[in-house]
């Protein structure tokens, strides 16, 4: 059984680089270094002098990051955290990188996390059920099927997995864990394909949605979304570019709703003739959602979901005159 993916192909990678536009001497944060394509192409546009911090909650892929920041072209030039960006308000500052000219978040999970059986992201793979992108702390999916009651977990498969089955498939999990723990990826997508009655000739295996929702309850990636976006704003030298690669309408609704609040100067109702919110637009939206094209989609099928938003941080100056 292979542990090891053969590669990560960086979904939306010369759009998402554009729109950082790096340059010389500019410091830019990869909040998901992943398997590094990001980063090595805002280096490799930056360079001599620009700079990246990367983050991530993966061990491996700080490892990945460890090895990159040893090529010659890319010396003191990566800096490398195992941490989540949830965490970017503070570490930011401790390496330098506050005010930064960019921040990227790629979200969701590499290829080589879906790909490695070990990691139990995949309900087609035989593995432990686990899904943490954090194997060195927190629960596992294990952890939350095996323990959670009934309700939290129909909760969790209908906020997170939009799926209309989730009371019969908590029921069935319940039943299921009765008579044995669920401890690996086959027999909670079998326990999922059962409750619903088989396939029925869907296009996506019934557990699609129940794997989607225990990996984003068990990484809380939707609460540390919610929580990274003010802080990304507020790290931000004016000018800076927020760039956010979303891959499920969960996470775009959270990044949308934040972008156009952020880009409207006063939220008063529109009735009301005098403004009282005093709310300044900290943010400019730069173009349209940006989403693959179909060549990007046929030779990278994982690209098909992805939706990017671009913003650029206002001058405090322009958001009080505005
Ligand atoms: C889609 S991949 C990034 C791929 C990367 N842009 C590349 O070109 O290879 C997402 C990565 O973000 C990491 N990740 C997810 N949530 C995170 C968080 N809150 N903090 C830090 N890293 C996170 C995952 O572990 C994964 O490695």
């Known amino acids: 059984m292979s542990e090891?993916?053969?590669?990560?192909?960086?979904?939306?990678?010369?759009?998402?680089?554009?729109?950082?536009?790096?340059?010389?001497g500019g410091r830019y944060i990869d909040g998901t270094f992943g398997g590094g394509g990001h980063t090595r192409s805002i280096l490799d546009r930056s360079a001599p002098g620009g700079q990246v911090?990367?983050?991530d909650r993966d061990p491996e892929a700080i490892e990945r990051a460890r090895q990159l920041s040893q090529t010659p072209s890319y010396q003191d030039r990566l800096a490398f955290v195992h941490a989540s960006f949830g965490e970017l308000r503070t570490?930011?500052?401790?390496?330098g990188f506050a005010p930064a000219d960019g921040i990227l978040l790629d979200l969701?999970?590499?290829?080589?996390?879906?790909?490695?059986?070990?990691?139990?992201?995949?309900?087609?793979?035989d593995g432990p059920l686990d899904m943490r992108f954090d194997t060195s702390t927190g629960p596992s999916a294990a952890d939350l099927v095996n323990t959670l009651d009934e309700e939290e977990i129909a909760r969790i498969i209908w906020q997170f997995g939009e799926d209309r089955?989730?009371?019969?498939?908590?029921?069935?999990?319940?039943?299921?864990?009765?008579?044995?723990?669920?401890?690996?990826?086959?027999?909670?997508?079998?326990?999922?394909?059962?409750?619903?009655?088989?396939?029925?000739?869907?296009?996506t295996h019934?557990?699609?949605r129940t794997f989607q929702a225990l990996r984003i309850a068990v990484n809380e990636e939707l609460e540390t979304l919610a929580s990274v976006l003010p802080d990304a704003v507020a790290t931000l030298a004016p000018g800076g570019r927020l760039v956010v690669i979303a891959f499920h309408s969960l996470e775009d609704r959270i990044v949308k709703q934040f972008l156009k609040r952020e880009s409207t100067q006063c939220l008063c109702p529109p009735e009301q003739p005098v403004c009282t919110c005093r709310h300044e637009a900290s943010l400019a939206l730069v173009?349209?959602?940006?989403?693959?094209?179909?060549?990007?989609?046929?030779?990278?099928?994982?690209?098909?979901?992805?939706?990017?938003?671009?913003?650029t941080r206002l001058p405090a100056s322009v958001s009080t005159a505005a």
């Open 287 to 311: 173009g349209k959602a940006i989403k693959s094209g179909h060549d990007e989609i046929a030779r990278n099928p994982r690209s098909r979901s992805a939706i990017m938003r671009v913003a």
């Open 108 to 125: 969701g999970l590499s290829s080589f996390q879906l790909d490695a059986p070990g990691r139990g992201f995949a309900f087609g793979l």
């Open 53 to 55: 911090l990367a983050f």
């Open 206 to 208: 019934p557990a699609t």
């Open 165 to 203: 089955n989730s009371r019969r498939i908590a029921a069935a999990i319940m039943r299921a864990r009765s008579s044995a723990p669920i401890e690996t990826t086959p027999r909670l997508a079998s326990i999922v394909e059962q409750a619903v009655g088989g396939r029925r000739g869907a296009p």
């Open 91 to 95: 570490i930011a500052p401790s390496f």
């Open 4 to 24: 090891t993916a053969v590669q990560h192909l960086p979904v939306l990678l010369n759009e998402a680089v554009d729109a950082l536009a790096p340059r010389d």
